[in-house]
């Protein structure tokens, strides 16, 4: 990885007329803009599709795609849809922030006049998209039609344990009785993909590469869960003996349960890891570079007894380690991965990074912690590793300098030089900027300076989470000038002729 920059800019934060970001014309601007600003990357959170709470952290499927993410206008332009069927439905009418409820309740009624309209249109285009994708997307098209058919309930709650769990002839049964819904997410998926292609190819032809987020867990309503659930740590009634979580820590009394199943690894490792090499395959289709998500949790990861309310009675159990990093440096040469390894590593964590060959990462908003010695201080760094002003987890700088304790930031303005002239923001995106990072990345409301009210995502809450969007015309030529005047200076972009040079 060459020493270069890139913005952090969730799909979902796009400005669009229809309530949340799409893979529309605002997604083909953001990408003129960081090429404008000499951006090589683009950071996107997870694309897949969201369950109860909105995160993309906790997904109907680690292969499916965001049907929310559907340009609903180039559909118009491709005769699926019309405008009125679209200006019909209420998007909410807040331009900063997405209302899911709304969205929920009005896109698929769209999408389905949309395969109304295109499934025998489309039928050999969408054969072909089903036959490459035959590994997982009829599962997942038979696993949401089901959802729908229960009210979109668990798929541990659903009545009839023959479905439930798999057995005789279930699936081909509500396959048929569930026939247009399934051709629906089918179709769905097909639209998701075609569109992400082409602004994929696009965004690539700019010379800006794609990074992607990778939950180290899936959800336990998930069809990656119902469809294989031989390699999860389930009972014979499908329910899990113990769950994800952290272990308690000084941020939080009782941890983090976080509920997803844990996977069974003795059971993986005998199959050869086929499950996580058809997953990757699968991010390696959406993006260019795939950040693990709690890297941690391949050297030992945090096991609660299923039931438990807290995380307190968790304990620690070793993970697969360098077994499966091996096979995904084997199977993805092509890939490049960057470990999620914030936090407080042990010895085991470290000595995994290390032998993993994945740089690891450091947050600028940790650095200047009053009661720790950080290692994430830009002096410390060496050039094998990303920096971070912060992540979709940390406040945006704006208001993590309204939070953090005076002292911390008061070491902040003396470590990084801070003035008022240039700005708290600009200040430490430079700090970030012009240490030997190979790959520094910056949230897009550090750009714009936004502080309350703009954060991604606050840890441990259930609401007010993922909704944040930019507005139309804040991402400025004159603002993209200003990121590239920066980017040049420290070398991470090239400076661009003259027009005298070039005459």
């Not at 489309?122 to 054969?127: K, L, P, Y």
């Not at 002839?169 to 026939?179: H, K």
């Not at 012009?434 to 949230?443: D, G, H, I, T, Y």
Request: proline share 5%; net charge negative.
């Amino acid at each position: 990885m060459t020493r270069s920059s890139g913005i952090l800019m969730p799909v979902t934060s796009l400005p669009s007329p229809h309530g949340i970001g799409t893979f529309g014309r605002a997604a083909y601007d953001f990408a003129d803009f960081l090429h404008a600003a000499g951006q090589r990357y683009w950071q996107v959170l997870p694309l897949g599709p969201t369950s109860y709470g909105d995160s993309p952290y906790q997904s109907f499927s680690t292969h499916a795609g965001n049907p929310y993410f559907i340009d609903l206008d180039l559909l118009v332009e491709d005769g699926l849809l019309t405008e009125q069927e679209i200006d019909a439905v209420d998007w909410g009418g807040e331009a900063r922030h997405v209302d899911y409820g709304r969205i929920y309740e009005g896109r698929f009624d769209v999408l389905a006049r949309a395969r109304e309209r295109g499934w025998e249109r489309d039928r050999e285009a969408v054969a072909a998209f089903a036959a490459e994708n035959s590994r997982w997307l009829p599962d997942y098209a038979l696993f949401m039609a089901c959802k729908r058919r229960f009210g979109m309930r668990p798929w541990t709650e659903w009545e009839d344990e023959a479905l439930r769990l798999r057995r005789g002839d279930a699936l081909e049964r509500y396959r048929a009785l569930l026939r247009e819904d399934v051709e629906l997410f089918v179709y769905i998926q097909f639209l998701f993909f075609r569109q992400w292609n082409a602004l994929r190819d696009y965004v690539h032809s700019l010379g800006i590469r794609i990074i992607g987020d990778l939950p180290i867990y899936v959800a336990m309503d998930s069809a990656d869960v119902w469809a294989e659930p031989q390699f999860f740590q389930l009972d014979e009634d499908g329910m899990p003996r113990e769950v994800a979580g952290v272990p308690p820590d000084y941020f939080s009394a009782d941890g983090q349960l976080w509920g997803n199943p844990l996977y069974d690894w003795e059971r993986m490792k005998d199959d050869g890891y086929g499950w996580w090499i058809r997953r990757i395959d699968a991010a390696g289709r959406l993006y260019d570079v795939l950040r693990i998500d709690h890297f941690r949790g391949f050297d030992s990861y945090w096991a609660v007894p299923y039931g438990e309310t807290t995380a307190r009675a968790g304990r620690w159990v070793q993970g697969p380690g360098m077994d499966l990093v091996d096979v995904l440096n084997g199977w993805f040469p092509q890939l490049r991965f960057i470990a999620e390894d914030l936090g407080y590593p042990t010895p085991g964590v470290a000595k995994l990074l290390a032998d993993s060959g994945w740089p690891g990462m450091k947050v600028l908003e940790f650095a200047f912690d009053s009661r720790d010695s950080s290692s994430y201080l830009p002096h410390t760094y060496t050039p094998y590793c990303i920096c971070y002003t912060g992540t979709h987890d940390n406040s945006p700088l704006a208001l993590w300098r309204e939070e953090a304790a005076p002292e911390d930031i008061a070491y902040a303005a003396r470590y990084l030089g801070l003035n008022e002239q240039e700005g708290f923001c600009r200040g430490v995106i430079r700090g970030g900027m012009s240490s030997v990072a190979e790959l520094f990345v910056a949230q897009m409301q550090d750009y714009l300076a936004l502080g309350r009210g703009h954060r991604m995502n606050t840890p441990g809450t259930r609401s007010g989470n993922w909704t944040w969007r930019m507005l139309p015309g804040e991402a400025t030529a004159e603002l993209a000038a200003e990121i590239r005047g920066m980017t040049v200076m420290y070398g991470r972009a090239e400076r661009e002729a003259s027009a005298e040079e070039v005459e």
